[in-house]
């Protein structure tokens, strides 16, 4: 079965960015969305078809995917960013999300 | 205002049955595609099924024939047959709704407890 890789845990300073990657077998031949979950509550999409933000979704959050990597970008990351993040691919028929990687604004 | 509402949660012994329900409001759910995720305890994200606008119905290898995705359109809601379920089963369900290649759109999620 298909599989996404995330880093456990990324660490980043206030004002700086922050890249969260998410690996997969020729990932970027399939959409990949981006979902930030904070403690005690749901997901929210901050990103859906590799690069593309909802609205209402600061601009400083931002998405690339090619080969076999796709990266969550965040600039001047800011405390509240601070939360769970997970990748999610999409095609016929891979639907899996990556284990999420927790980033600490320290 | 796009709005989801699940509900049938709660404690099951294991080998049981129990069916989720998820109400949606703002939008028709059999012209979207929706999906069911879960997250187990401490754990992460895990999708679980969707269920396309066309009716086609796909699952996760760790719940394929033991799980059943369904909609009623008269009700505008989705359903998750749960059955033969186990320990690992054990986690918040949520309904989300499919929407250019993104789940845009979630329920408050509802908790299985699968234990004896």
């Known amino acids: 079965s298909y599989e996404l890789t995330q880093p456990p845990s990324v660490s980043v300073s206030p004002g700086q960015t922050a890249s969260i990657p998410c690996s997969g077998d020729k990932l970027g031949e399939k959409y990949t969305s981006w979902y930030q979950q904070r403690p005690g509550q749901t997901p929210v999409l901050l990103i859906y078809q590799d690069s593309k933000r909802p609205s209402g979704i600061p601009e400083r959050f931002s998405g690339s995917n090619s080969g076999n990597t796709a990266t969550l970008t965040i600039s001047g990351t800011q405390a509240m960013d601070e939360a769970d993040y997970y990748c999610q691919a999409w095609d016929s028929t891979t639907k899996v999300f990556g284990g999420g990687t927790k980033l600490t604004v320290l | 205002e796009v709005q989801l509402v699940e509900s049938g949660g709660g404690l099951i012994q294991p080998g049981g049955s129990l069916r989720l329900s998820c109400t949606a409001s703002?939008?028709?759910?059999?012209?979207?595609?929706m999906s069911w995720v879960r997250q187990g305890p401490g754990k992460g994200l895990e999708w679980v099924s969707v269920i396309e606008a066309g009716g086609s119905t796909f699952y996760a290898d760790s719940v394929k024939g033991r799980f059943t995705i369904s909609r009623d359109n008269a009700r505008n809601t989705l359903y998750l047959q749960m059955n033969t379920l186990r320990a690992e089963d054990t986690a918040v369900y949520y309904c989300?709704?499919?929407?250019?290649?993104?789940?845009?759109?979630w329920g408050q999620g509802t908790l299985v407890t699968v234990s004896s």
């Open positions: 989300a709704r499919w929407y250019n290649y993104g789940l845009d759109n």
């Open positions: 703002g939008f028709t759910v059999s012209s979207n595609y």
